[in-house]
């Protein structure tokens, strides 16, 4: 498998764009993004489980029942959820994608991101629409500007890999930043891919990735009403169609988790105000659900989160949180470990502290990517968790959001 | 029942002290309380769910299976938790109260509160048993004051009721501030009495009071290792014994309300950082769970706090916390409220926002304490539970906490 470049447009068939159509009102910050496959493509989404759902949600659930899509819509700085009209405005977003490209309207997945309960003009998005298919191309990253929200990083990757000695790609992008602790499914990520592969497998590969990718992400523990992960697969490869587990299956399900896990981290280091990737890496745990339920309370924990914005190496925290998880550990088993780039340093073994210097942890928390090792000493099985740090800008940010 | 001064040396035949003992390096905040009961008391507590339990916890269980205490000594600037010799250390503290009062080291409640995981020495709470002794008397404030960590306020109260024509007394101080998201147990409340109640019928009126109290309020989500509320009744007002549930009963958990509710209240309002107490009240739920966990994820969501610190009327983010609280909620039936001293705004109706003043709902939200209304129209339950605005100062204050 090799990392490849072109987003969303590295598979073959596949073009996107990105405008600024007037929803903000920041003309430097394109709103509106488009994915197109050239060809009628299998599609598979997983949403939020939060139940006020956003409207173009409903849309795309029932636009996808046939398992087919060719195109995707979304913007960004208005959410389209509580509104009376959301349905019909999301409708209207899937009919102008028919009108301009020339598909049905049953066959696009909508989006849109940003404040709640704010109405969402049709306007604005109508006018820009000929110059949104005007510019279709390979500008991926145009699209995974148009997506962002309060993100300061556009989020995009691709790769190659071969299926049956047939070359197949797939790329994604994504939006993240805050309100994001996705919960049987996730904020917005759009994965493109021409490998040849059933709807069916699609949605098993992707149900089954995020479980362990965006299901294990949490910037603020607020899940968010209109998140989502669509994919689609237009088959442009050529390799022989998959359509049941097996060889080929787990080659693309790799594929897909090199690109999700990377969007992933991508998102988490990219939180609200973040100034650092936060990794809990659970090992030694009796069960699944207790890996992942002790790397997600790290993770959460706002204090665990505001001491590793000032790098203090108070581990204290990371046993607090573990001792509150809802899942049963022996504490008095538990080992933590902090590491970066500059190093690793023990502070708890057994669940009581060791003699550590402070110095050392300093420096080592001082880097922006933080890896949280935490042993329970108690099974073989392990999860890990992705988060970012609590800061003044996090406050900030929110503090202001619809100003 | 009247509100009176004196706090827990409001009841007749107690007497409290705090005093700078040296755990904390800032010598103007003291840090070891004592609170003393001439006579012995009955007596009840209820503990923090984590996991990781302070030592302290583990002994003062010890020492309550009998329902008897007859003091109560807390430090605060170290959590004695995760310590390999955290048991022998607050079996000390227990023995000085037994030495230095003429007790039994038995009838001894021990609490700590502050950073978790750095070894508790001994002496300088030995050092200062005898001015700490010496100078109990009518000094509820000064204990209020030496169980504080990052608190700006001392909390305490005291109540005078009557059962059976004959006046009794409810006293107590709490501490607060972070790592507050009690769970059938709560942070450190201490709370004295001179009604005259069995163990039993105290153990009942606490644990059934901490369900509608300390248990529904959240600074940051973390539940602490070290929560505990303790409540001492040593009989001197001279009712006769309360010993099961009727009139008498009604009148003092009627009383013990009203204490521990001043308390959440103000435990909330000075949580970490806070510049507001925001209150969320539910209405119209089908059942209890439904009200309270509705309640609690909005003043736990970490973006409505941050909304509310920017007086921010961002309703769409109290819809999305209660879309994914966990409990079946039509959401098309929601209505929203802001209220507070400067008036109420409606700011969402069945689900979907109402056009309403931005002007006046953020002179609304901007004062101190902010009542979130929240009507489920779903049947004829309600629930309140209390949080605070998510500041800069959260996270400057658990950025360094330890330095």
């Known amino acids: 498998m090799n990392i490849i470049s072109g987003g969303v ?18 003309k430097s910050k394109r709103d509106l993004a488009l994915i197109y496959s050239e060809f009628p493509a299998n599609a598979a989404a997983v949403y939020t489980t939060n139940l006020v759902k956003g409207a173009p949600l409903t849309v795309t659930k029932n636009n996808l029942a046939d398992g087919k899509a060719q195109a995707i819509i979304c913007n960004s700085g208005n959410a389209n959820t509580c509104n009376p009209n959301g349905i019909e405005i999301a409708e209207q977003m899937c009919k102008l994608v028919e009108k301009n490209l020339n598909i049905n309207a049953n066959d696009v997945i909508v989006a849109s991101t940003g404040v709640i309960g704010q109405e969402l003009s049709i306007d604005p998005i109508e006018g820009s629409m000929t110059e ?4 279709l191309g390979d500008h991926s990253e145009k699209a995974a500007e148009a997506i962002m929200t309060t993100d300061t990083k556009i989020k995009e990757i691709a790769v190659s890999f071969l299926v049956d000695g047939v070359e197949c790609r797939i790329g994604g992008i994504a939006k993240g930043s805050g309100m994001i602790h996705p919960n049987m499914a996730t904020m917005l990520v759009f994965i493109t891919t ?16 995020v479980k362990d990718t ?3 992400i949490s910037v603020d523990g607020d899940t968010s009403t209109n998140d989502m992960v669509a994919i689609m697969a237009n088959g442009a490869a050529g390799n022989k169609d998959i359509q049941c587990k097996g060889e080929a299956y787990d080659i693309f399900a790799q594929a897909l988790n090199t690109v999700t896990r990377h969007l992933c981290r991508a998102i988490a280091a990219d939180g609200e105000g973040a100034t650092k990737l936060l990794e809990c890496k659970v090992s030694g745990a009796d069960s699944e659900s207790t890996a992942k339920a002790v790397a997600k309370a790290v993770v959460c924990s706002s204090l665990t989160k505001a001491a590793m914005f000032g790098a203090d190496a108070n581990w204290g925290r990371i046993l607090c949180s573990i001792g509150y998880s809802n899942v049963e550990v022996d504490v008095e088993k538990v080992d933590v470990c902090f590491s970066s780039a500059r190093g690793q340093i023990n502070v708890c073994k057994s669940g009581m502290g060791v003699p550590f210097s402070e110095e050392k942890a300093k420096d080592i928390l001082g880097e922006s990517e933080i890896t949280i090792l935490i042993e329970l000493n108690s099974g073989e ?9 609590l800061t003044y800008d996090y406050v900030r940010i929110n503090g202001e959001y619809r100003s």
Request: charged share 20%; net charge negative.
């Open 9 to 26: 447009c590295a598979p073959k068939g596949f073009a996107a764009n990105g405008v600024h159509c007037g929803i903000r009102k920041n």
């Open 132 to 135: 949104l298919v005007k510019g």
């Open 194 to 209: 021409d490998c040849n592969i059933s709807s069916e497998m699609l949605q098993v590969a992707l149900s089954d990735d």
């Open 214 to 216: 965006f299901n294990m």
């Open 381 to 389: 099985v392990y999860a890990t968790a992705w988060g970012c740090d």
